[in-house]
């Protein structure tokens, strides 16, 4: 018993020191591993990062090189394209063109747009083209519908605003709508915010209504 | 507090007269309505809500006008103040340096007289959309967004295009001994009548967002078949 008692100290010291051991060699394994892990991390961002701006850069020169063939056709058959094909009306190329209605009106009927705006005209072209390619089933419907429920902003919006980029990434998925919008304008759900809602009336006309809930 | 165009000449889809082809339409200026005092001839603007214009395919047999008159008012101004009018720069009227629209001066007057060909200006969509925003609070005080008017709008202004287009082009075939008017009305109601077949199935795409460019690129797609059948 004596004996026993004399040894337990003994036994439980060294128990305690393989124990301390143990627990110092897993801790530093551990650390070792989330260090490992961490530095994978910021290096899996950084090249994230590199193969994003590389993938912007790849499709900014694809545009480019679409908007330049496109630019070679005749303005009346840009502007066929977009309101046929593509089902735009007039007075959405005139706002994404960044021209009034009536300077569409007076392309249409022949006068030659400037360099400039036949420039936009093709860019716009071939902006739609490259998002017929991606997962969207009708680019022209894509970009006048609302991008988040109960607010107004739309694709158009951002195109407007030459976000051109950020567009292309949530139509590819690569972004979600809110994401996009974040990166655009921080404040866009007070600038977006509608208190005001489209209802179908019992005569069968739409009618405005103050929405009940506000979000 | 109200919004303004970017440009005066955003108001405008155009100033130097419009297509007959086009329907008559919320924003149309013509001039020589007897709406000036004691009924004499005097510029003006259809008010009427395109909604409202028509019953069934025709239109109803009085429509609202607005004088227009002459009231300078900036583009710095047109937020905070002159909440009667609705500036018109960029408009060419007779004896009217700075045209304005006058909404107190609102009058009904018969349809007839309001003749497609006659018009001399029409508002474009945000033309269009910015009368709404300042008639809804010339009336009620009520101010609603300019984006909340252009998606309400969007069916109604999209189908005015086309139609406008799809007449056209119907006038643009018609042979040179042919009675026009008759022509315009029979191409205007053929586009009605397409609009409301199998159980009005363009209107209800063109009434929703996912659908609409859709049914406009139908009916563009008839329009370019047409026009390449007689090899023009």
Same mark, same amino acid.
């Given at each position: ?215 | ?94 004896? #009217? %340096? +700075?045209?304005?629209?006058? *909404? /107190?001066?609102?009058?009904?007057? &018969?349809?007839?007289?309001?003749? $497609? !060909? ?76 397409? #609009? %409301? +077949?199998?159980?009005?199935? *363009? /209107?209800?795409?063109?009434?929703? &967002?996912?659908?609409?460019?859709? $049914? !406009? ?16």
């Amino acid at each position: 018993m004596t004996e026993s008692t004399s040894m337990t100290p003994t036994t439980d010291a060294a128990a305690t020191r393989l124990d301390t051991d143990q627990t110092a060699s897993a801790s530093s394994t551990l650390r070792q591993l989330n260090d490992s892990y961490a530095a994978l991390r910021g290096e899996a961002r950084l090249i994230n990062t590199d193969i994003e701006t590389g993938h912007r850069t790849a499709r900014r020169y694809d545009l480019d090189e679409r908007t330049s063939l496109k630019a070679k056709r005749a303005p009346l058959e840009l502007l066929d394209e977009l309101a046929t094909d593509r089902g735009l009306s007039w007075a959405t190329i005139a706002r994404l063109c960044r021209v009034s209605v009536s300077a569409v009106r007076k392309w249409r009927a022949g006068d030659p747009p400037s360099g400039e705006k036949r420039l936009a005209l093709a860019r716009l072209a071939a902006f739609l083209d490259l998002v017929a390619e991606m997962p969207v089933a009708d680019p022209g419907s894509w970009l006048s519908m609302p991008l988040v429920a109960q607010y107004s902003a739309t694709g158009e919006d951002l195109f407007v605003a030459d976000r051109l980029d950020d567009l292309l990434d949530y139509a590819a998925g690569h972004v979600t709508a809110k994401e996009m919008l974040d990166m655009f304008d921080e404040n866009w759900r007070a600038r977006f915010a509608s208190d005001w809602e489209i209802v179908d009336a019992p005569d069968g006309e739409r009618s405005i209504r103050r929405r009940a809930h506000h979000r | 507090m109200l919004d303004a165009p970017d440009e005066p000449e955003d108001l405008w889809l155009a100033t130097d007269g419009v297509p007959s082809a086009r329907p008559l339409m919320q924003g149309d200026v013509l001039l020589g309505l007897p709406i000036g005092n004691d009924g004499e001839a005097a510029p003006g603007m259809i008010l009427t809500h395109p909604c409202s214009m028509r019953a069934g395919k025709k239109l109803r047999p009085r429509q609202t006008v607005a004088q227009i008159v002459h009231q300078p008012i900036s583009l710095e101004q047109w937020a905070g103040s002159h909440y009667d009018f609705m500036p018109l720069p960029g408009l060419e009227v007779p004896e #009217l %340096d +700075a045209p304005a629209l006058d *909404l /107190r001066l609102i009058a009904a007057v &018969p349809t007839p007289i309001l003749v $497609a !060909a006659d018009r001399h200006a029409a508002l474009s969509e945000i033309g269009i959309h910015l009368l709404q925003q300042r008639l809804t609070h010339h009336l009620t005080r009520v101010v609603v967004d300019l984006k909340t008017f252009a998606e309400h709008s969007a069916p109604t202004l999209l189908e005015v295009e086309l139609q406008e287009d799809w007449v056209s082009e119907a006038m643009r075939r018609v042979k040179g001994d042919a009675d026009l008017a008759e022509a315009q009305q029979s191409a205007e109601n053929e586009f009605q009548n397409l #609009l %409301d +077949a199998d159980d009005r199935r *363009l /209107r209800g795409m063109l009434s929703q &967002p996912p659908t609409r460019a859709q $049914a !406009a690129r139908e009916v563009r797609t008839t329009i370019r078949d047409r026009r390449g059948a007689d090899g023009s």
